[in-house]
């Protein structure tokens, strides 16, 4: 039997959501933003459309209006959302690595998790009947799960398919699962001990399955395939409909089949002759779709959005109605109380922060690019706007931003830094340009550095990280930079942030590197601080840097000792975390759809280990938190430079995890165990260098 759990509820900003939070010393205050990833599933119940949305969570839109569907609710997921389908107040969702997540929708404006069942694999599909769930768990196969207390799913049994399965329709007392190049049926009456009584072929890949009375529709890359099933024990293919595209999705409504797939619109087959099945209509307005439900005479089709189709004339299907909020929460910069987001294909977007706690969009400006990365100087904001160059953005008026001037850079752009009268723009190289006027940016300087990707200005150098190092440019004639120094500590700095003599690189291989730039024509990295997952922004503000670390969210770490950094707070965000900003006690972070906001005064004030008073003595603090979820972290003294081993130890004794296994000076030490991987249970953490061992028992609930 696999892991269950409760969640925990969290209220923040007006949006409930719920999961174990894993985090010390930082607070979400506020969030705004959740836009549309890319949506695999959709289900249809009543006036409201839920959506399984790729990475992002469900999103539940009120339909009652075909034509004009509104998004009325969401709720963060873990995973990565593939399936979901709704029955008796409760959306079950198909979570890939996540497994079964049950969310309560009594309240469609705030669906809350309940409960969760991890499984074993990756749940790709879901079907439910009566008070059990089937999930298509790819690698792991079906899995069966009770859902009659929806807070407390538990798996009662599975059968295993051997190349995996990718979706599952329920129909009586059988489950019909899609797998590679196959149509599984799958007896249940006994759901503690499901067994194939039947199997047939279909083309390699087969991702849809809708069964109807003694038919199942299979949607594969070759187009619809209508399996007889009357003998649950003998299928057959009777009937076959080529389509253009791949289709994926599959749903039929009364004698027609609704197929969507890449690279294909929205084709209706009539099946009303399961032998010969034949396409009647399609609607032009919708391509790419990845799932579709029929509700009445309105098909719902997912991708980059949600399409409402009126199906009501079936050789005429006409959209309708649609809900588009596609977009990536790239950069944030902060200025007063604004915050200005680069927002991928949405261009830059402007929040009003006065109060972080209700964070309101307050104007945008619609790049003609992609906006990956912003930076604000006085009344203007510089958006690196990928192939469309540097667009230069007034916002004297927040709520009215508008371009006044652009330099076409004739190659992506990657980022830019500002700095008084002169932008520098990393794109493949080094470029200076004069934005005195913004009207008419000029480029003036320009230096050769190879794959350079994030810069960074202080005083009268220029700072530029990429593949294989780090390059300190003097820049006191912005016409003529030169290279004066460079580092080749990094394997690639994702970004990059100065203070005083110090450099901060977040670098693609995990770590935060320190480097000392007191001498320019000589950088020397002075210490490193490993991460637990892969950063995609830095900053510094005071003697703490602050981290976007990828699947881990938000790092603060401490730095009044350059050269014994320390971890004094985190926050797991749901998603990606890839940029951050600091203003004030607050972080601003980019995750992936969102922009959250951090109140991170308790990790700034937080006491700490003395980094400039040498121990006198090995010693293992208690880690925290403990118990825990994923994420802990392990404070530990070393006296006298030599080998030191951190381990993870399992209830028998085995190691399964090493933590530190090398020669360490004599300091104050953090490090974070990322236990992600690991099931729920009793660990044991042991530090050893030469004679000397403790240990410590450690929890892990998920």
């Known amino acids: 039997m696999k892991r269950c759990r409760v969640a925990v509820l969290l209220v923040l900003s007006g949006i409930v959501t719920s999961f174990a939070q894993d985090s010390l010393n930082v607070t979400m205050v506020g969030r705004i933003y959740n836009y549309w990833y890319d949506a695999y599933g959709v289900s249809v119940s009543g006036n409201y459309a839920y959506v399984a949305d790729g990475s992002v969570g469900l999103q539940v839109l009120n339909a009652a209006d075909p034509a004009n569907p509104v998004q009325v609710g969401y709720c963060d997921l873990p995973g990565f959302q593939r399936g979901v389908v709704v029955s008796g107040g409760y959306a079950y969702v198909a979570d890939g690595d996540s497994g079964l997540r049950v969310v309560d929708v009594g309240n469609p404006a705030h669906p809350t998790e309940v409960g969760y069942c991890d499984t074993p694999g990756r749940a790709y599909g879901i079907a439910v009947s009566g008070t059990y769930a089937y999930i298509a768990d790819d690698s792991a196969g079906l899995r069966i799960v009770s859902v009659a207390n929806p807070a407390h799913p538990v798996e009662v049994g599975h059968y295993d398919i051997q190349w995996g399965a990718l979706n599952v329709a329920v129909s009586g007392s059988y489950a019909y699962v899609v797998s590679y190049g196959s149509l599984r049926v799958v007896s249940i009456a006994n759901p503690e001990n499901p067994t194939q009584i039947g199997y047939c072929c279909t083309s390699w890949f087969s991702y849809g399955v809708a069964v109807s009375g003694s038919y199942a529709y299979v949607a594969d890359n070759a187009g ?105 929460v790239e950069d944030v910069a902060v200025s007063g109380n604004y915050a200005y987001v680069a927002s991928f294909t949405a261009g830059l977007r402007v929040v009003n922060i006065a109060n972080p706690a209700n964070p309101v969009e307050v104007g945008y400006y619609d790049t003609p690019g992609w906006a990956y990365e912003v930076a604000v100087e006085g009344n203007y904001a510089y958006v690196a706007d990928h192939l469309r160059g540097l667009r230069v953005i007034n916002v004297a008026n927040p709520a009215l931003p508008f371009e006044a001037g652009y330099y076409d850079t004739l190659s992506a752009v990657d980022d830019v830094a500002v700095s008084g009268s002169y932008a520098y723009v990393a794109c493949t190289n080094l470029r200076v340009v004069d934005v005195a006027n913004p009207r008419n940016p000029i480029q003036v300087g320009f230096c050769d550095i190879p794959f350079s990707y994030r810069v960074a200005v202080s005083s009268n150098y220029a700072y530029v990280a990429g593949w294989g190092g780090l390059w300190v440019v003097n820049v006191s004639d912005p016409t003529s930079p030169t290279i004066c120094g460079s580092c080749s500590a990094l394997h690639f700095g994702v970004d990059i942030a100065v203070q005083r003599n110090y450099v901060y690189v977040a670098d693609y291989d995990s770590t935060l590197r320190i480097i000392d730039v007191a001498d320019p024509a000589n950088p020397v990295e002075i210490a490193h601080f490993d991460l637990p997952s892969g950063p995609g922004g830095v900053a510094v503000s005071g003697n703490h840097v602050y981290l976007a670390d990828g699947c881990a969210g938000l790092r603060v770490i401490d730095v009044s000792n350059p050269e014994h950094p320390i971890e004094v707070g985190y926050y797991d965000t749901p998603h990606w975390a890839g940029r951050v900003a600091v203003h004030g006690s607050h972080a601003y972070l980019t995750d992936q759809c969102h922009l959250m906001i951090f109140d991170c005064s308790q990790a700034t004030s937080a006491p700490n280990h003395d980094p400039t008073k040498l121990p006198v003595t090995f010693s293992l603090s208690p880690a925290y938190p403990n118990p825990f979820n994923s994420f802990t972290t392990f404070f530990y003294e070393v006296p006298v430079t030599g080998p030191i081993n951190l381990a993870i130890y399992n209830i028998l004794g085995q190691p399964v995890a090493n933590i530190i296994d090398r020669t360490l000076a004599p300091g104050s030490y953090s490090q974070v165990w990322d236990a992600s991987g690991f099931a729920s249970g009793v660990y044991f953490c042991r530090l050893q260098s030469g004679d000397f061992v403790q240990s410590q028992k450690l929890i892990l609930l998920k």
């Open 224 to 328: 619809l395939r209508v399996i007889d099933i009357a003998n649950p024990a003998n299928p057959f293919e009777v009937g076959h409909c080529s389509v253009i595209g791949s289709p994926c999705a599959v749903a039929v409504s009364g004698s027609y089949a609704f197929l969507v797939g890449k690279d294909m619109h929205l084709e209706i087959v009539n099946v009303a002759d399961p032998v010969n099945p034949i396409s009647i209509g399609h609607c032009e307005d919708i391509s790419d779709g990845a799932g579709v439900a029929v509700s009445g005479n309105y098909a719902f089709v997912v991708g980059y959005g949600l399409g409402v189709v009126d199906v009501a004339n079936l050789a005429n299907p006409v959209e309708v109605g649609q809900y588009v909020d596609y977009g990536y």
